[in-house]
């Protein structure tokens, strides 16, 4: 896993090759940098051919306790719950494979953007018989489009980066096979450093948002009417009009 930041955005690269599988290691790994206060956007890439297969089931398998099993469940849970809490906006770029666990893992961010590609992305849970607990159901239920919910949810099946963009799995898609998946993915990654600094310069606003929509907090009025009067909102309100004098 490689960390860099650059114009306040941490970029989470989970590995330039291979299954990025989300070990225990590299889950906490991923909370450590979620947790600490040195950027306000995140960004979390893989590579061209897995973003992440998700848990490693060679741990699984080899875990021997309920305890053994239970920390590598409740590890992924705190992963994602992590991403959920990020004050800032945090968005996945996903130009291979997402399975299971990263499957989740993307669909914990705020925004993700695919590509074209014969990558595919979706949940196989049911298939293994892994049960899905309400607060990894939660993160589904606020992402995937309402009628096909309980299709992604239940029936395995692992799609298209053009059906994920229609089930709500992404955001955003690049279509254009022709210009190359490298290019895709710098396009792609370009589109995700401005989506964060839009949200960044949108300051405190963006966090009451997100809290909102996510939580279900509710803040006071009275933050809506102190804020107006805030020196960075009303430069931003002067800039408005200014040009729409102009046109």
Same mark, same amino acid.
């Given at each position: #896993?490689? !960390?860099?930041?650059?114009?306040?955005?941490?970029?989470?690269?989970?590995? /330039?090759?291979?299954?990025?599988?989300?070990? !225990?290691? $590299?889950? $906490?790994?991923?909370?450590?940098?979620?947790?600490?206060? /040195?950027?306000?956007?995140?960004?979390?890439?893989?590579? /061209? +051919? =897995?973003?992440?297969?998700?848990?490693?089931?060679? @741990?699984?398998?080899?875990?021997?306790?309920?305890?053994? =099993?239970?920390?590598?469940?409740?590890?992924?849970?705190?992963?994602? +719950?992590?991403?959920?809490?990020?004050?800032?906006?945090?968005?996945? =770029?996903?130009?291979?494979?997402?399975?299971?666990?990263?499957?989740?893992?993307?669909? &914990?961010?705020?925004?993700?953007?695919?590509?074209?590609?014969?990558? %595919?992305?979706?949940?196989?849970? #049911? &298939?293994?018989?892994? @049960?899905?607990?309400?607060?990894?159901?939660?993160?589904?239920? +606020?992402?995937?489009? $309402? /009628?096909?919910?309980?299709? =992604?949810?239940?029936?395995? %099946?692992?799609?298209?980066?053009?059906?994920?963009?229609? $089930?709500?799995?992404?955001?955003?898609?690049?279509? *254009?096979?022709?210009?190359?998946?490298? %290019?895709?993915?710098?396009?792609?990654?370009?589109?995700?450093?401005?989506?964060? +600094?839009?949200?960044?310069?949108?300051?405190?606003?963006?966090?009451?948002?997100?809290?909102?929509?996510?939580?279900?907090?509710?803040?006071?009025? @009275?933050?809506?009417?102190?804020?107006?009067? *805030?020196?960075?909102?009303?430069?931003?309100?002067?800039?408005?009009?200014?040009?729409?004098?102009?046109?």
């Amino acid at each position: #896993m490689k !960390v860099s930041i650059s114009n306040q955005i941490k970029t989470i690269q989970l590995g /330039d090759k291979g299954p990025n599988l989300l070990t !225990v290691e $590299r889950q $906490r790994s991923m909370i450590r940098e979620l947790s600490l206060n /040195d950027s306000k956007a995140i960004i979390i890439l893989g590579n /061209d +051919q =897995v973003f992440s297969a998700g848990l490693n089931l060679k @741990d699984l398998t080899a875990a021997t306790t309920k305890e053994e =099993v239970g920390e590598i469940f409740s590890s992924l849970s705190n992963l994602l +719950q992590s991403i959920r809490k990020f004050p800032g906006p945090v968005i996945s =770029v996903i130009s291979g494979h997402a399975i299971a666990g990263g499957c989740l893992l993307a669909l &914990a961010s705020d925004y993700r953007i695919g590509m074209f590609g014969k990558q %595919r992305m979706g949940l196989n849970e #049911m &298939a293994i018989g892994i @049960d899905l607990p309400l607060d990894m159901l939660t993160i589904i239920s +606020q992402t995937i489009r $309402r /009628d096909y919910l309980f299709e =992604v949810a239940s029936q395995c %099946r692992l799609y298209s980066p053009k059906e994920c963009f229609q $089930r709500g799995l992404i955001n955003e898609y690049f279509s *254009n096979p022709f210009i190359g998946k490298k %290019r895709a993915t710098k396009k792609a990654i370009h589109r995700a450093e401005e989506l964060a +600094q839009f949200y960044i310069a949108a300051g405190e606003p963006f966090i009451r948002l997100k809290e909102s929509l996510l939580h279900g907090k509710e803040f006071s009025s @009275d933050i809506l009417i102190e804020n107006w009067f *805030n020196p960075s909102t009303q430069e931003k309100i002067q800039n408005v009009l200014k040009s729409l004098q102009k046109k």
